[in-house]
């Protein structure tokens, strides 16, 4: 076994590296374009495998699912074809490192504290691993920019705003479009001002409810808000360059107070923020002077407009960098929807979860046909029949209960030997894996009815009365070994196109050459318990 997590062979320092880089990328992408434009539903409609390298399908097609799952990751195996070693390990080095990175290095004094019950309170630990590491990169930022003004765009429910507020004592705006999140924003702060009350130097988040549509609009929000806040909390954002702080006056006991330009600088923020709203940060922090800092973490790529298939006079999102629009890119909102995936995630998956995940797939694949054969017009609508992969997780978890419970007892009757107990382990360690192929082919082909009956119900259809499941599903299994290989490598491509939509971004501000910028693009999250890790930071000089 290789993993392709080695040294990597470009760079992005400069503009001309990072242009030098998304070509490699594009030059390397050019002949997989298959891959980017196609949806695994279509997978038996299209017969999409026949696309691919048949010695790879063919050795993939035994390897176990555990294995497949690290493709992605760029773990190849020794006696894989050189040709599909060769494209897995090549897409790493093209790859940005998605790595956490050592924060304390990175931002020498970083403040990064456990966020106490208050704050935590309805944070899963995804959501407190982020804001925990993202506020003192936040709060480290502002203070080398001598800003104490952060504005959180797409703010969701407050809790890097308050965590910003409350325990960096930053004057946060908390920015987002959907009115409920603002009222819960409001409401949570009611509560964590009380267990602060204590405290002498902090502000509320301020909460606006606006959909973000340029960087003028998010301007002005924020000069205006910067205002309010301004004649509300004077001692706060007072200029205090020819006087100084009496001892116990506020303005000693804020970390921020003392900069001369703490009244008319702003530091843009931004978690996870969607589609286009991330590059609206960044044409905000190239367009107001007094943006001197932006925090980029990007998500929902799929949402992104795009130069070439969008209509309409607007900035697109994508591609906004002059470089890459003058190769022509386009990768279209399929690229853009794998770009959003999580190798690191998958890995760690074993083998009965694996086998599981491509049978949801091959299912979904399958009821395509049957959508095809019976509903041709819902086709064209690319129909959403909901997350019907929980319910039949849970069916599988069942199953794995009660298989385990019949183990116990054979054990119990039987006294069997350890040999013995390891062979009727290894026979139920994986899932649908069974001695009896036939029962299992049965099982598989009910569960198969189940899904296509709930699909249907789903998409408000009825179930036709000549429809023939059996036929459908005979045609669907033959090639169903063969959906997890084409799943894998297909979402091997994930990180590359992730990486050029982060490039493309860091290229817009390389090319800045107007103002003196210093950019880093920096995992700054585990990649595990957060997919989205990779920080595009810019500061001004």
């Not at 205090?240 to 008319?264: F, I, Q, R, V």
């Amino acid at each position: 076994m290789a993993d392709g997590g080695g040294a990597r062979n470009y760079s992005c320092k400069t503009a001309s590296e990072t242009l030098k880089w998304i070509h490699a990328i594009i030059d390397f992408l050019k002949p997989y374009r298959f891959f980017l434009d196609a949806h695994v539903v279509n997978f038996f409609k299209d017969r999409l495998w026949e696309a691919v390298d048949k010695e790879w399908m063919d050795c993939l097609r035994k390897e176990p699912a555990d294995k497949l799952l690290q493709i992605p990751s760029g773990v190849v195996q020794d006696h894989w074809p050189a040709s599909l070693k060769q494209f897995v390990l090549t897409l790493r080095s093209l790859s940005l490192p998605r790595d956490q990175a050592d924060l304390q290095e990175a931002f020498p004094g970083l403040r990064v504290a456990p966020l106490n019950s208050v704050l935590a309170q309805g944070m899963n630990q995804k959501k407190k691993h982020e804001i925990q590491a993202l506020a003192g990169v936040i709060d480290s930022i502002a203070r080398r920019v001598g800003s104490h003004k952060i504005v959180d765009v797409g703010s969701g429910q407050g809790y890097l705003a308050q965590v910003l507020s409350f325990e960096h004592e930053l004057s946060v705006i908390a920015i987002d479009a959907s009115s409920h999140h603002g009222s819960i924003t409001d409401a949570r702060a009611k509560r964590i001002e009380k267990y602060y009350a204590a405290k002498k130097c902090f502000c509320i988040p301020k909460t606006v409810t606006c959909r973000v549509l340029s960087p003028a609009m998010l301007k002005d929000i924020s000069s205006s808000l910067r205002q309010v806040d301004e004649m509300e909390n004077p001692t706060i954002f007072r200029d205090n360059t020819d006087s100084k702080p009496l001892a116990g006056d506020l303005a000693s006991e804020c970390p921020y107070s003392s900069k001369a330009d703490d009244k008319s600088t702003m530091v843009l923020a931004g978690l996870h923020a969607c589609g286009d709203l991330s590059v609206t940060m960044l044409r905000t922090f190239m367009e107001c002077d007094e943006v001197k800092a932006v925090i980029s973490i990007g998500c929902c790529y799929n949402l992104l407009s795009e130069e070439g298939i969008k209509e309409g006079d607007c900035q697109f999102g994508f591609p906004v960098s002059r470089g890459a629009k003058s190769a022509n890119l386009q990768l279209g909102k399929n690229a853009r929807d794998l770009a959003c995936q999580s190798a690191e995630r998958w890995r760690g998956l074993g083998e009965a979860a694996g086998l599981h995940n491509f049978e949801l797939h091959t299912f979904r694949a399958a009821f395509q046909m049957v959508l095809f054969q019976c509903y041709p017009e819902i086709i064209t609508r690319s129909p959403a029949i909901g997350r019907q992969g929980k319910a039949f997780r849970r069916q599988h978890h069942r199953r794995i209960l009660e298989c385990n419970a019949d183990m116990a007892q054979t054990f119990s009757q039987n006294c069997c030997s350890t040999y013995a107990k390891d062979a009727l382990l290894n026979e139920h360690s994986s899932y649908p894996k069974s001695a009896n192929k036939e029962a299992n082919s049965a099982d598989r082909y009910s569960m198969f009815v189940k899904f296509c009956k709930s699909g249907l119900g789903r998409l408000g259809l009825c179930v036709p009365q000549d429809i023939e499941f059996s036929r459908l599903w005979e045609e669907a299994e033959e090639f169903s070994g063969l959906v997890g290989p084409y799943w894998t490598l297909r979402a091997a491509l994930g990180p590359v196109l992730e990486t050029i939509l982060l490039l493309d971004r860091l290229l817009f501000l390389q090319e800045q050459g107007n103002v003196l910028i210093q950019t880093v693009l920096l995992p700054i999250f585990d990649p595990v318990l957060s997919p989205r890790n990779v920080a595009l930071i810019a500061e001004k000089f």
